[in-house]
């Protein structure tokens, strides 16, 4: 499987701050993946890398098999929409097309305002002074209409309502589905992703905590509950991802491709959502560990 | 990428074009009217032999408008420069869209060549236009008043290098400091800054000034007798009258090149601090300032002064810097270079700054 996305120990500084320091990831072609991490964890710093806004400090980052903002060509390869969405305050809608029409050679001008016919806006309106969803879907429509290879977004949705959001989500949908485009998008509501993505990747604190698809992510996956017992006496194949303990009773999550036999346990199924917050709150507990334990190492 | 810079500028530009069209139609109405004066009352002033009052009636002519004109001549090259320049990238940064901008298909450094590109030449376009008209406007004005390096900045084509001086520094400060309106503040003091170290120091010696060396004369050459600040009394060195010119510096020298000094002239004319109050307790005092004549002079002064003049300009000469009329368009050239060539280092500046440090 092709890398969209290629990361290898990228690292972005700013000052004396580490935005992001040796991240590794692969993101594979073909899917809607979801980019899900806590605030801080790097991941507006990661896309910013990935679209050639920002330049690595040190590590390497691939695109497409190319040096992202490489050329006029591999920057129309790749689509993004920014965080909040910026757009000209003072330029029409239809001027913000015929911006996009000028400035990317493979501007689909009917795709473009065919989505903006379909999405309701006036073409005549001022984009400063459009919704926040209607601004978010006049940048999506900028981002698809220069047909794209890959479809970075950045938190398209956190500042949307409930409605808006899913009409955002709705319309990339259609898109992956016409034009099969790649996309990742950042997001920290795991809400967005179960329905939108198919590939999970959950960055803390500049580490991949999980990557892989949705489907296999949660089938190997499960909530075990049982009387209480020393997590240290499972088998070797179970990997404990979360545990909690009542004086009687102990509830894990583990990981794992094999079946489980032991019949004290009762198995649950996991959430999305279960699965996303565990892996956060398993980096966040040992990620000073591990840290200190690195040092004692030098 | 021209067309998209052309489409955002558009608006910018239709305001400066009309009121272009504005200053042009009032110089349409009142400049006719300045040449017909001319003509019947100036050109002709030498047959009646009543000059000074036909040009000084002449010179008051549309005053207001004289003083506007030549107010705005000064300021709008700078002005344009920096509400176009200090925008340009800044407000990208400051409201996010540079997000936008960066990641369509056309490198940064290219978005940035053209917007530099098309929005330099029209700010130099509506300078150099709008200075045309001034000097157009000026002319039978300026012919009146041989001072044609007073107004050596706001005539002919020095303008079109001050407004892209203007628009390239409010660009570099809109890159280096990310806001609109600080870059803007921060371009204005850069710009009079530069504008008032050029004028002093830079301008006059662009092209080496003419040096003439002249004979003493009471009242040309010599002003008068005097002494500043509680100082000596000297003789003070005269403008001499160089109609069109440029005067740097004026100075009495002797052929070492020597300033004539206070105790010279009172050793050389002993007498003239008796006549006219020397040094010493009874010597006028002088408050503040160059004052070369302290009241009416006493009687037979002026013939202690004339025998003093002649007995320093035995061995003394004074000595006038200038520039003639004849370096002004080498001067408007050298100037116009000079602004462009800082302009377009500016410009590098701003692209390497745009490719390497704001990534």
């Known amino acids: 499987m092709t890398a969209v996305l290629e990361a290898s120990s990228l690292g972005k500084r700013y000052g004396r701050r580490w935005a992001l320091s040796d991240c590794t990831l692969s993101i594979p072609e073909g899917k809607v993946v979801g980019l899900v991490g806590p605030n801080g964890a790097g991941k507006t710093t990661l896309l910013h890398l990935g679209v050639g806004l920002l330049a690595p400090t040190s590590g390497s980052i691939e695109v497409l098999g190319g040096r992202p903002a490489d050329g006029p060509a591999q920057l129309g390869r790749v689509g993004f929409v920014a965080q909040d969405a910026p757009t000209y305050a003072g330029l029409t809608v239809d001027k913000h097309l015929r911006l996009g029409a000028y400035l990317n050679p493979s501007w689909d001008d009917q795709v473009a305002h065919h989505r903006i016919e379909e999405l309701g806006l006036d073409p005549s309106q001022r984009a400063g002074s459009l919704s926040g969803g209607q601004r978010a879907q006049l940048a999506l429509t900028m981002a698809i209409a220069k047909r794209p290879e890959l479809l970075l977004l950045d938190e398209p949705v956190a500042s949307l309502d409930p409605l808006a959001r899913r009409e955002f989500l709705q319309t990339l949908m259609e898109v992956v589905a016409e034009q099969g485009v790649s996309v990742v998008l950042s997001s920290h509501l795991v809400a967005d992703l179960e329905r939108t993505c198919d590939y999970l990747v959950v960055l803390v604190a500049s580490r991949v905590q999980l990557s892989g698809e949705i489907g296999g992510l949660l089938a190997s996956h499960h909530r075990l509950s049982g009387p209480r017992r020393d997590p240290g006496s499972l088998p070797a194949t179970q990997d404990v991802i979360e545990e909690s303990h009542t004086e009687r009773q102990t509830t894990l999550l583990v990981r794992t491709d094999d079946a489980i036999l032991d019949p004290t346990w009762t198995v649950k199924p996991v959430t999305l959502e279960d699965l996303v917050l565990a892996y956060m709150g398993r980096a966040r507990d040992t990620q000073p560990t591990r840290r200190s334990g690195l040092k004692v190492l030098r | ?359």
């Not at chain 2, 503040?288 to 003394?316: F, M």
């Open chain 2, 1 to 359: 990428m021209i067309r998209s810079t052309w489409m955002q500028f558009r608006a910018q530009a239709v305001v400066a074009t009309s009121g272009l069209l504005i200053v042009a139609v009032v110089m349409a109405i009142t400049g006719p009217h300045l040449v017909h004066l001319y003509d019947a009352n100036v050109s002709t002033c030498a047959a009646h032999d009543d000059c000074s009052t036909a040009t000084s009636s002449f010179l008051q002519n549309d005053h207001a408008l004289q003083v506007g004109l030549n107010v705005l001549a000064v300021v709008l090259p700078g002005i344009i420069g920096i509400l176009w320049g200090a925008p340009l990238v800044a407000r990208e940064l400051e409201t996010g869209t540079y997000r936008l901008a960066w990641t369509q298909s056309v490198t940064r450094t290219r978005w940035l060549a053209v917007k530099l590109g098309v929005v330099g030449l029209a700010s130099m376009v509506v300078a150099g236009l709008f200075s045309l008209m001034v000097t157009w406007w000026f002319s039978p004005i300026d012919r009146v008043n041989m001072t044609v390096f007073a107004t050596f900045d706001q005539r002919n084509i020095v303008a079109v290098g001050y407004a892209a001086f203007a628009f390239a520094l409010g660009a570099a400060a809109g890159v280096f400091i990310r806001r609109t309106v600080p870059a803007i503040a921060a371009t204005l003091v850069a710009l009079v800054t530069t504008r008032l170290l050029d004028f002093f120091y830079v301008q006059p010696h662009l092209i080496t000034p003419v040096r003439h060396s002249y004979s003493l004369a009471l009242g040309t050459t010599i002003s008068g007798y005097g002494g500043s600040n509680g100082a000596q009394a000297s003789l003070f060195p005269g403008t001499p009258s160089l109609p069109n010119a440029w005067i740097l510096s004026t100075d009495i020298v002797d052929k070492a090149g020597h300033s004539l000094t206070a105790s010279v002239v009172n050793d050389l004319c002993p007498q003239l601090a008796t006549v006219l109050g020397g040094p010493g307790p009874g010597a006028p005092q002088i408050q503040g300032g160059h004052v070369a004549a302290i009241g009416p002079a006493p009687a037979g002064a002026n013939q202690v002064l004339q025998a003093c003049v002649s007995k320093v300009g035995a061995t003394y000469r004074e000595l006038v810097s200038y520039q003639p009329p004849g370096h002004f368009w080498p001067l408007q050239w050298a100037e116009l270079a000079l602004y462009l060539g800082v302009a377009l280092a500016l410009a590098g500046t701003c692209a390497w700054w745009v490719r390497h440090r704001l990534s």
